[in-house]
């Protein structure tokens, strides 16, 4: 069979890849000037391929759609992917929190691994080749697609892989999105996921370049918590930016999606409200001759001692002996719930990962084949699935385009 496969990411190069080892004819067209271009920006350019733990927790970072994803991924799950490229000369290893890297350090190693596969197996790759609509037969099964330059390309079967809407310099403008929602493709309105946030309160400013370890950031949907996690954040020009604000990114983008919310930092939370008193305590009696403001270096970094002054509503030239036991239960408060306003996102632009998309209910999950255009099949971040940060949505990608590739009968 002729097999076209629509863009050349992580999820068309693995389909087409898959395609072909099924013995099928398999061009892949890709609309930029080089292959993969949004795997070189993965994991900071050294691209995180996977994430090595077992598939239980694998699933519980999966925030859209983690039921039609079963099939994808227990049919290609992260051990096949990293004993792909383990096999086609790109060692890997595994860090902090089972991501999974290649040795080198490059992303460029995973793209190349996957290019010497396909040209292995005889892939076409015709770069520079945008698509603008699909050709159907009379029965509305799919016949090809219409390029760019108004060139059609016929096909028995069609992959589309054309990702959604983040990072738009490498060519995910959300176009074949738009495509396939003209051929009755119910959509999910694609947001930027896994993104920083924007804060109301000058605290970004103030802060910039200040990473806090080790702390709690949750997040409420009035006064359901919608996002709790402990780990690291980053205060930002903006406002505030790092794993745990990623993190929490994507559950804001599913249920809160533009509106104002609060968000709350634990800066101790491996301390209890009374623990934190008698740790306080201890910091004044051995202070208790200074001024209040130059008694905490050992409870903060520098930077955000004056922050915590403001906060705490105590007179930074007190001196520590004269602090009252209300004005230390603020402090204490404060410390445990330091809170600020999100205004929203930095938008598409910042955004790892769009969520939404073609909605799964259009496309059949153990095939990956549109319920709407026999013979088309939908692949990748198209899809209305995402998951958190660690190398899970790239193997949502591998996942979705090897299955994909082996269904084509």
Same mark, same amino acid.
């Given at each position: 069979?002729?097999?076209?496969?629509?863009?050349?990411?992580?999820?068309? !190069?693995?389909?087409?890849?898959?395609?072909?080892?099924?013995?099928?004819?398999?061009?892949?067209?890709?609309?930029?000037?080089?292959?993969?271009?949004?795997?070189?920006?993965?994991?900071?350019?050294?691209?995180?391929?996977?994430?090595?733990?077992?598939?239980?927790?694998?699933?519980?970072?999966?925030?859209?759609?983690?039921?039609?994803?079963?099939?994808?991924?227990?049919?290609?799950?992260?051990?096949?992917?990293?004993?792909?490229?383990?096999?086609?000369?790109?060692?890997?290893?595994?860090?902090?929190?089972?991501?999974?890297?290649?040795?080198?350090?490059?992303?460029?190693?995973?793209?190349?691994?996957?290019?010497?596969?396909?040209?292995?197996?005889?892939?076409?790759?015709?770069?520079?080749?945008?698509?603008?609509?699909?050709?159907?037969?009379?029965?509305?099964?799919?016949?090809?697609?219409?390029?760019?330059?108004?060139?059609?390309?016929?096909?028995?079967?069609?992959?589309?892989?054309?990702?959604?809407?983040?990072?738009?310099?490498?060519?995910?403008?959300?176009?074949?999105?738009?495509?396939?929602?003209?051929?009755?493709?119910?959509?999910?309105?694609?947001?930027?996921?896994?993104?920083?946030?924007?804060?109301?309160?000058?605290?970004?400013?103030?802060?910039?370049?200040?990473?806090?370890?080790?702390?709690?950031?949750?997040?409420?949907?009035?006064?359901?918590?919608?996002?709790?996690?402990?780990?690291? !954040?980053?205060?930002?020009?903006?406002?505030?930016?790092?794993?745990?604000?990623?993190?929490?990114?994507?559950?804001?983008?599913?249920?809160?999606?533009?509106?104002?919310?609060?968000?709350?930092?634990?800066?101790?939370?491996?301390?209890?409200?009374?623990?934190?008193?008698?740790?306080?305590?201890?910091?004044?009696?051995?202070?208790?001759?200074?001024?209040?403001?130059?008694?905490?270096?050992?409870?903060?970094?520098?930077?955000?001692?004056?922050?915590?002054?403001?906060?705490?509503?105590?007179?930074?030239?007190?001196?520590?002996?004269?602090?009252?036991?209300?004005?230390?239960?603020?402090?204490?408060?404060?410390?445990?719930?330091?809170?600020?306003?999100?205004?929203?996102?930095?938008?598409?632009?910042?955004?790892?990962?769009?969520?939404?998309?073609?909605?799964?209910?259009?496309?059949?999950?153990?095939? !990956?084949?549109?319920?709407?255009?026999?013979?088309?099949?939908?692949?990748?971040?198209?899809?209305?699935?995402?998951?958190?940060?660690?190398?899970?949505?790239?193997?949502?990608?591998?996942?979705?385009?090897?299955?994909?590739?082996?269904?084509?009968?």
């Amino acid at each position: 069979m002729k097999v076209l496969v629509v863009g050349g990411g992580a999820a068309g !190069m693995m389909a087409a890849i898959a395609a072909a080892g099924q013995g099928h004819q398999v061009e892949l067209l890709e609309r930029n000037e080089k292959l993969g271009k949004k795997i070189y920006i993965t994991g900071k350019g050294r691209c995180n391929v996977t994430n090595a733990c077992d598939l239980e927790e694998f699933f519980t970072n999966i925030v859209s759609n983690e039921k039609f994803l079963y099939s994808s991924i227990y049919q290609y799950d992260n051990q096949a992917v990293m004993d792909f490229f383990e096999s086609n000369g790109c060692p890997l290893k595994v860090e902090r929190g089972n991501r999974v890297f290649p040795v080198s350090d490059h992303a460029s190693d995973i793209t190349k691994a996957l290019a010497d596969k396909m040209k292995a197996l005889g892939v076409k790759i015709t770069l520079h080749c945008k698509i603008e609509d699909l050709l159907l037969k009379e029965d509305g099964s799919i016949e090809g697609v219409v390029t760019a330059k108004h060139e059609k390309k016929t096909a028995d079967r069609v992959i589309f892989a054309t990702g959604g809407l983040s990072y738009e310099p490498t060519g995910s403008d959300g176009s074949g999105i738009r495509i396939l929602k003209k051929y009755g493709h119910s959509i999910v309105e694609p947001k930027p996921a896994l993104v920083p946030f924007e804060l109301k309160e000058d605290y970004g400013a103030r802060l910039q370049g200040l990473a806090l370890k080790n702390v709690n950031f949750s997040i409420k949907n009035g006064k359901k918590k919608v996002y709790d996690g402990f780990g690291e !954040m980053l205060f930002t020009h903006f406002g505030i930016s790092g794993p745990l604000v990623i993190s929490a990114s994507s559950y804001y983008a599913k249920q809160m999606y533009g509106q104002v919310i609060k968000c709350t930092i634990d800066l101790k939370p491996a301390l209890t409200v009374e623990q934190l008193d008698k740790r306080i305590l201890r910091e004044f009696e051995e202070n208790k001759n200074k001024q209040f403001k130059n008694a905490l270096d050992k409870l903060f970094p520098a930077k955000l001692v004056p922050v915590m002054i403001d906060l705490s509503k105590i007179d930074p030239e007190k001196k520590v002996n004269e602090v009252s036991k209300e004005e230390r239960k603020n402090l204490v408060q404060v410390i445990k719930n330091w809170e600020m306003t999100i205004t929203g996102t930095r938008g598409f632009r910042e955004a790892i990962i769009t969520q939404g998309g073609i909605g799964v209910k259009g496309v059949n999950p153990s095939t !990956m084949e549109s319920k709407i255009i026999p013979g088309l099949y939908v692949v990748g971040e198209m899809l209305d699935v995402d998951a958190l940060t660690g190398g899970f949505n790239l193997q949502l990608a591998w996942s979705t385009g090897y299955l994909a590739g082996i269904s084509i009968g």
